[in-house]
């Protein structure tokens, strides 16, 4: 152990750090195992040339606006609605009867940016789990189909959206063409929903069906703006994807406020551990990105779906988004500036496929790896008594193939886990409960817990409350 107390001010008799007796048996932090054959094969399928011709199907239906017409089988929303149903539907045929297709309806009332009851309508399809211990576990990938040019509630105006956000409905269209012959402990649902640019309508109806049926959504993503490398800025960044994630959760009770004030916990939210978890997994040759994490819900004052399930207490939903937005490619109508005959508007040629397959092998290499590990743990608590170590305990998990745990830990100050003590899998008492004592002060020192499986597979981190 290094000696961090010069010995000067030392005397003998007094406790010098190196005296100590040696440090828990701890590692430098590691990403999960190395990416697996199946994995690299799985993602080595992504194809820029299949998003490409998605996006102008999409870019083809001329408005995507939640208010265009649901009827019309050329032009408007619902027959964009339709075609992506219509995929959902080819892509399902290839999994062997795991893959469920499902288009959820319902009627908003007349609201923000809705004049008129609309039905809105996402577009829905589940990646059955294999694991019976994980039925009940799901992770979400979306992006949202519906658009808008200048004016929200413009129902006619050309709308193309070829990057907001037919960038992220393609690439989710992608994931889901690659992942559906493949078998995945828990459940993957990808997702385009409709009445993002209206009020987040559709996510939050998703999200509200999921807290209903009890899902337990244990991650979800959402992409939205992942289709340009080149911003408005100029500066060009096709190796980078920005991973907005929350630190204070934005449905914190009065209580949980109260006791993260008084033990830290500002950067060690659900989503930071998520945000972590990606970078983690998702930063490798493989996918050839680098993931740039904002310490943020969101671009400044601004929102997305994911803001639909963390209001609904689903704590672990992110958001990914390109570096360098072009401000001129969104929310706008389709013109040439008089001025300056610069082009407008949020038209495919200014969006890069081969950026979009790489966000989604980004996003694909996250989903399989969450979806064959374990649980992230539940109910992970530390005993508050004075002490000068730190004792955790949690609920045992269930998984067939749960090799054990291992615990993370970082100086207060530091932004990521930077040590790791695997500790196998103690037996659990009467109660399911697994205890483990860290030689370490709470005081000083933040700590996690995640679950390990036998091939490697490491949950997301769980930051432990008193
Ligand atoms: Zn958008």
Not at 173 to 194: C, Q, R, S
């Amino acid at each position: 152990m290094v000696a961090l107390l010069g010995g000067g001010a030392y005397a003998s008799g007094a406790l010098r750090l190196d005296d100590q007796p040696p440090a828990p048996p701890n590692h430098p932090i590691v990403g999960p195992k190395r990416l697996d054959a199946e994995t690299t094969k799985m993602i080595g399928q992504i194809d820029p040339a299949r998003i490409r011709a998605a996006d102008l199907a999409l870019v083809g239906f001329g408005t995507r606006n939640t208010l265009s017409s649901q009827t019309d089988p050329a032009r408007g929303i619902g027959a964009a609605r339709d075609w992506i149903y219509d995929q959902f539907q080819q892509i399902a045929a290839t999994s062997g009867g795991r893959m469920t297709v499902e288009l959820q309806s319902y009627t908003q009332g007349v609201s923000t940016g809705i004049p008129t009851p609309t039905v809105i309508t996402n577009v829905v399809a589940t990646l059955h789990g294999t694991d019976p211990a994980s039925a009940n576990r799901y992770y979400y990938v979306s992006g949202h189909y519906d658009t808008r040019c200048g004016s929200t509630t413009n129902a006619t105006c050309d709308a193309p959206g070829a990057n907001d956000d037919a960038s992220g409905v393609t690439a989710v269209l992608e994931m889901a063409h690659v992942m559906a012959t493949h078998e995945f402990d828990a459940n993957i649902v990808f997702m385009a929903v409709a009445g993002e640019e209206q009020n987040l309508y559709g996510s939050a109806r998703a999200a509200t069906l999921a807290q209903q049926a009890g899902q337990d959504v244990q991650g979800m993503f959402t992409n939205d703006i992942i289709g340009s490398s080149l911003g408005g800025n100029g500066i060009s960044d096709p190796y980078t994807v920005r991973l907005f994630a929350e630190g204070v959760p934005t449905n914190e009770t009065t209580s949980e406020a109260n006791t993260r004030r008084s033990i830290g916990g500002e950067n060690d939210s659900p989503a930071r551990q998520m945000a972590r978890f990606v970078r983690s997994v998702a930063e490798i040759p493989e996918t050839g990105m680098h993931i740039q994490t904002v310490d943020r819900r969101d671009r400044f004052n601004r929102g997305g779906d994911h803001i639909s399930f963390l209001e609904r207490g689903f704590r672990s939903a992110i958001r990914f988004t390109e570096p360098n937005e072009n401000f001129n490619h969104q929310h706008q109508d389709v013109r040439v500036d008089p001025d300056t005959s610069e082009q407008i508007g949020d038209l495919p040629e200014f969006v890069d496929f081969d950026y979009i397959a790489r966000v989604a092998k980004v996003n694909a290499v996250s989903l399989a790896a969450l979806a064959n590990a374990p649980s992230a743990p539940k109910n992970v608590r530390i005993t508050s008594n004075l002490s000068y170590d730190t004792a955790l305990r949690w609920n045992a998990n269930t998984e067939p193939d749960l090799a054990g745990y291992e615990v993370v830990w970082r100086k207060t100050d530091e932004t990521d886990w930077t040590h790791v003590i695997p500790i196998g899998l103690p037996e659990p008492d009467a109660n399911g409960v697994v205890r483990y004592t860290a030689p370490l002060s709470k005081d000083d020192f933040f700590f996690g817990v995640r679950a390990v499986d036998k091939e490697g597979n490491r949950s997301p981190v769980v930051f432990p409350r008193p």
